[in-house]
């Protein structure tokens, strides 16, 4: 015989990670909307919204702006499957670990991948994208915005104006950015860029925010070769989205109750005061991490305002203090992935947990947590410091 389980009794966490992100309310509540068919006709009135929305923060024109079931890898794959053909030459700019995944996709799916490299922490320099482009052509260049491994923002329009020079298509994979920093689509001239529902727009992991412009579908169209993914062919989820409604798959409705939310608070702050609030108050994170006596990894000109990685002091055990804040704190950051594993602390400030109030706690546990190790610095360093840079 069975017995109860209980309720989940999930403890509230701030969420101050590469992601998720702490959700707000309103999220949370439209969630909680009953459910209704996938081809219900409010249901349908609410994909349309949502796409108008999700053009609002991709800032474009793109007709195919949508969101895939699925994580931002699910964006990253989708966006990768429907350009490449076997034999399709593609650069990618590494710098990171998920440039690294960028290239394990493009090989599975039979791209002569040629990469351009950087040390981590570092960009990837345009002229190298260039000089790559005119020794042989390729038909895609792919670029990490925001590199979640690193905190490293990547300018991208040199990199679209070298694309635009050389007939290559351009992807940019925007999971770290989209939300907390200007992901300017049309701007730049990007062909697919792609993102997540869990970071800067403070929805519940599970959807693939994607916007594809008119010169990737027509290469789409032109493959000589069927799509190698059925259910990430952006033909056909583009049926359903569209007026022609075609099913394609069941859509997960509270996901997109849940989204189409997110997407209304972001609208309501307005894109250039969210993206000021991002830079301001990691500014004020940077200069008490300073001040603690940590090094951040990413160059100062090239800072994701989304996520900043600060190197860990030598003699400190990395996961020691990551679980004294999480379990005397409630406060969650994450480590290093790859080669900066042990290495570095990533603190993520996006969307709902970008507050000045989620700054000051981090400086103050994180000194707590250090001092308890023999780091020595001023008591109340930190958030001294950032308190200044608000100011």
């Keep these: 015989m069975e017995t109860s389980r209980g309720d989940l009794n999930i403890p509230f966490r701030t969420l101050l990670g590469p992601g998720p992100s702490n959700v707000h309310p309103r999220v949370l509540r439209a969630a909680t909307t009953p459910v209704v ?6 249901f349908l009135e609410l994909m349309d919204e949502t796409m108008g929305l999700l053009r609002f923060v ?3 024109r ?9 994580t931002g890898s699910a964006g990253m794959e989708a966006a990768l499957v429907n350009l490449i053909e076997p034999g399709d030459g593609i650069i990618v ?8 995944r960028l290239c394990e996709m493009a ?15 570092q960009i990837i320099d345009p002229d190298q994208i ?9 038909k895609v260049v792919a670029v990490v915005h925001a590199e979640t491994s690193t905190g490293v923002l990547q300018p ?5 104006e070298a694309c635009n020079r050389h007939g290559a298509l351009l992807v940019v994979d925007a999971v770290t950015s989209l939300g907390g920093s200007p992901v300017p689509v049309d701007d730049w001239g990007a062909d697919v860029s792609f993102s997540c529902t869990q970071k800067g727009l403070s929805c519940p992991p599970g959807l693939a925010p994607i916007t594809v412009s008119e010169r990737a579908v027509a290469a789409a169209h032109a493959r000589r070769s069927p799509i190698q993914s059925w259910y990430l062919d952006l033909s056909l989820i583009t049926k359903y989205w569209d007026s022609n409604r075609v099913y394609h798959h069941t859509a997960p409705i509270t996901m997109l109750y849940a989204l189409r939310e997110a997407l209304c608070l972001v609208r309501e702050e307005g894109l250039e005061p969210r993206w000021s609030r991002h830079q301001r108050l990691s500014h004020a994170l940077i200069a008490g991490l300073t001040a603690l006596g940590l ?16 190197r860990i002091p030598e003699g400190i055990k990395d996961l020691e203090v990551r679980k004294a804040l999480l379990s005397e704190h409630s406060l969650e950051i994450g480590g290093g992935l790859g080669p900066l594993k042990g290495q570095v602390w990533r603190i993520g400030l996006m969307g709902e947990s970008c507050t000045q109030a989620n700054v000051l706690l981090v400086l103050s546990v994180l000194e707590s947590a250090l001092a308890r190790q023999g780091w020595k610095c001023e008591k109340g360093a930190g958030v001294v410091a950032a308190v200044k840079a608000l100011a």
Excluded: C, M
């Design 130 to 138: 260039e000089r790559a482009l005119a020794q042989r052509r390729a």
């Design 37 to 42: 068919g996938h081809l219900d006709p409010r």
């Design 107 to 121: 090989s599975r799916h039979g791209a002569e991948l040629r990469r351009v490299e950087a040390p981590w922490g």
């Design 62 to 70: 793109n007709t195919i702006t949508l969101a895939i079931p699925g």
């Design 156 to 160: 991208i329009t040199p990199i679209a």
């Design 295 to 310: 090094k951040i990894l990413a160059p100062e000109p090239h800072r994701a305002p989304t996520l900043t990685v600060a």
């Design 93 to 100: 700019g590494v710098n990171g670990y998920f440039g690294e």
């Design 58 to 60: 991709f800032q474009t």
